[in-house]
């Protein structure tokens, strides 16, 4: 019998149902995973049968224009449009120690509600390149409890702006880790098509991953996703490619959506959709009725495409809410979606955790043997529950590490006849 286990959690329920589990830690991995382990732990949990996640994983974000809400003004038409435009006011602002700072703020806020892994397009259309820079520091900063994956990103065009081909070189270069794009924002579709082509075959000459803005927009004839699945399929790309937003295909002709997702998925492309932006930045041109602009996400689970569910913005030219939160995330995709049968709220909570961590390659993930001890510990006694109450983060794991405590939601009732706490449980049945 050797010592202790570095950390031992105790009585656990997990996402997919098993209750009464004991994870043991040692070295940063999970050593064992099983009802009752007879291990003991230097540091001790008690989970009281609430549920362990592997963490969440954000597989969209612009953590360079993060926490800049306001400068230099805000987005009045709350437009995709005015969002890119105001960013591009803010641009020439920018100061690396602004965007360091800024970054290492969303950082916490990220870790406190328990995101791991967060990918991050980064603006590559500023010949400076100060946002790469700053981001590349970032991501070696945060690299001890947060993985960064960052995305050349050409939000000005890869085309319609003179030197974004150049400066995504560079920046793949300097080490940032995907190639992005922007197809629906260049001048024209064949461009759009053109820079799809061209961005695939630099991910596969450089053995990246790709992942591109694709057809963010309500006009149902921007079909990039269709150029994006040829193009991973000619070059062989397949399971290292995602479309991020295909808001579009909200507004697509039906019978072109039926033989667009066998297309997707035998590509191997998966789909990342951001709710709570699609939301509110499309249907911005309709009267009523308003389109939702949220892709066909149960379709595409349905069709066998991976989905992800990403946070995009928080505080910036384009939202002027959020807070780092998956659960949000997940909560709002749930509602738009309408995917309320329980397996459909299951594959909710899925698309902040399991599926963008297949999506950014995540070495490790998971609550197996092995794994990285990785994990939250959730006022929650399941996935749906989770998303229910947006439930407080009791504890989140970092390599076996607790690097973050959080405190049940507690509120003192005073009512006649009434219990002095709250309790968000399900009453039982009288
Ligand atoms: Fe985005």
Redesign the pocket.
Same mark, same amino acid.
């Given at each position: 019998m050797g010592g202790p286990m570095d950390l031992l959690l105790r009585n656990a329920t997990l996402p997919d149902g098993r209750t009464g589990i004991d994870l043991a830690v040692d070295a940063g991995r999970i050593a064992e995973v099983g009802p009752r382990l007879a291990a003991r732990g230097a540091v001790e949990i008690d989970a009281a049968g609430r549920l362990v996640t592997p963490p969440f994983v954000d597989a %969209? #974000? %612009?953590l360079d224009a993060t926490l800049s809400h306001g400068q230099p003004r805000i987005n009045r038409s709350g437009t995709l449009l005015e969002g890119i435009a105001l960013w591009g006011e803010l641009k020439p602002l920018l100061t690396h120690e602004a965007v360091v700072s800024r970054a290492l703020a969303y950082a916490d806020w990220a870790v406190a509600r328990g995101i791991l892994a967060i990918r991050a %397009?980064v603006d590559v259309c500023d010949d400076r390149l100060l946002g790469v820079e700053a981001l590349l520091e970032v991501r070696r900063r945060v690299a001890p409890y947060l993985d960064l994956q960052l995305v050349a #990103?050409p939000q000005d065009g890869f085309y319609r702006s003179a030197s974004a081909e150049r400066n995504l070189l560079r920046a793949l270069d300097l080490g940032v880790d995907v190639v992005g794009g922007i197809p629906h924002f260049e001048r024209t579709m064949d461009e759009g098509a053109r820079s799809v082509r061209a961005l695939c075959e630099i991910a596969a000459k450089r053995g990246l991953r790709v992942d591109l803005?694709c057809d963010?927009t309500d006009d149902p004839l921007s079909r990039h996703i269709e150029t994006l699945a040829l193009e991973t399929r000619r070059l062989g790309l397949g399971g290292r490619v995602a479309g991020? %937003?295909l808001t579009s295909m909200h507004s697509m002709d039906n019978y072109y959506v039926s033989k667009l997702l066998p297309l997707v998925a035998e590509a191997g492309v998966a789909a990342i959709a951001?709710p709570l932006?699609n939301i509110v930045i499309q249907g911005r041109h309709d009267t009523y009725p308003k389109r939702r602009g949220l892709t066909r996400v149960p379709e595409m689970l349905a069709a066998g495409i991976p989905v992800a569910f990403?946070q995009?913005?928080t505080l910036d030219p384009?939202y002027s809410l959020g807070s780092g939160d998956m659960l949000d995330v997940a909560h709002m995709g749930l509602h738009v979606a309408q995917m309320t049968s329980p397996e459909a709220m299951h594959q909710a909570f899925l698309a902040v955790t399991e599926a963008p961590a297949r999506i950014l390659g995540l070495e490790g993930y998971g609550l197996a043997r092995g794994c990285h001890a990785d994990f939250v510990l959730l006022d929650a006694a399941s996935p749906s529950e989770a998303i229910r109450l947006r439930a407080p983060r009791l504890a989140v794991v970092r390599r076996g590490r607790v690097v973050s405590r959080g405190a049940p939601l507690a509120c003192q009732l005073d009512l006649p006849g009434r219990p002095a706490s709250v309790d968000f449980r399900l009453p039982p049945r009288a």
């Open positions: %969209h #974000f %612009h %397009h #990103f803005h963010e991020s %937003h951001n932006i990403g995009d913005c384009w």
